[in-house]
């Protein structure tokens, strides 16, 4: 008789202890308010919430552990398939335990050329994997290609970087260095920023700010435009070009005509220079 062989696929998330459970009850019910009223319960809005959620539950662990999986399922009657399925597919939400500081180096096109490829290199040579006060990644862009090589602390910018400053940047923060970031709010730990994205206040200093002007590198086209007396072609209107008014037997013709595919190069070789 052959010996029973049991599997075990995984093991059942750790609940969070009563006081760490009542005090993100708390506050996930006031995310799920913002999408379900209360007096009016719509369970399918009330899905809404699970990106907020699902930061909640990443400022208290530092990452989307199972037992966050498992609150967020049972805070939206959704199976914890569904809510792995959200979570594994957004970059911004972390599978794996991270440091005080997530520190990410911009690896797309422009960063890379300016650099950004070798920032990332010195970084992986130059950090512990273990460390627990900065995890290193790279980012996909983030709209600061004005600024490249772009690197980011709990997505704040540290622009114009090069692998020498950004090896003192993480330097500074493993010792608890006051590091400022190139513009926007100060620097806050990985969870203080989860909590600010799951959508609860932001009080630091430069969070909010009014007025201001983009920097010399976004508006570099701009003056380069103006000073060369280049602007933007005025839209034109039917009675400008002598086009058909809308709605005219030839204004239908050519509605009729636009979607169709255009001819096949053969048909439509243009005449070589000289001839």
């Not at 006051?178 to 620097?187: D, E, H, I, M, N």
Request: charged letters at 20%; glycine letters at 8%; aromatic letters at 6%.
């Amino acid at each position: 008789m052959s010996e029973k062989v049991y599997l075990q696929l995984g093991t059942r998330p750790i609940p969070y202890p009563d006081d760490v459970r009542a005090r993100l009850d708390h506050d996930a019910t006031a995310i799920v308010a913002r999408y379900s009223p209360p007096d009016s319960p719509d369970p399918e809005m009330a899905r809404s919430a699970l990106l907020p959620l699902l930061h909640l539950v990443q400022s208290e662990d530092g990452y989307v552990s199972p037992a966050g999986i498992e609150f967020c399922a049972a805070k939206l009657g959704l199976t914890g398939a569904e809510v792995t399925a959200v979570a594994t597919f957004y970059s911004m939400y972390r599978r794996e335990p991270t440091g005080d500081y997530l520190v990410g180096v911009c690896t797309n096109t422009l960063c890379a050329v300016m650099g950004g490829d070798a920032i990332l290199e010195a970084l992986e040579d130059h950090l512990d994997p273990s460390d627990n006060a900065v995890t290193l990644t790279h980012i996909e862009c983030n709209a600061a290609c004005d600024y490249a090589p772009v690197v980011m602390v709990n997505w704040e910018f540290f622009d114009n970087q090069t692998p020498e400053s950004a090896r003192s940047l993480v330097d500074a923060l493993r010792s608890d260095e006051a590091v400022v970031p190139t513009r926007g709010a100060s620097l806050c730990t990985f969870r203080e920023t989860e909590r600010i994205l799951a959508g609860f206040p932001d009080d630091r200093l430069g969070a909010v700010h009014a007025g201001g002007t983009a920097g010399a590198p976004t508006l570099a086209g701009l003056r380069i435009a103006q000073q060369s007396g280049m602007s933007a072609p005025v839209a034109s209107t039917p009675s400008d070009t002598g086009s058909a008014p809308l709605g005219s037997e030839e204004a239908n013709a050519a509605a009729t005509t636009k979607d169709k595919p255009a001819p096949a190069p053969e048909e439509s070789v243009p005449p070589e220079k000289g001839n």
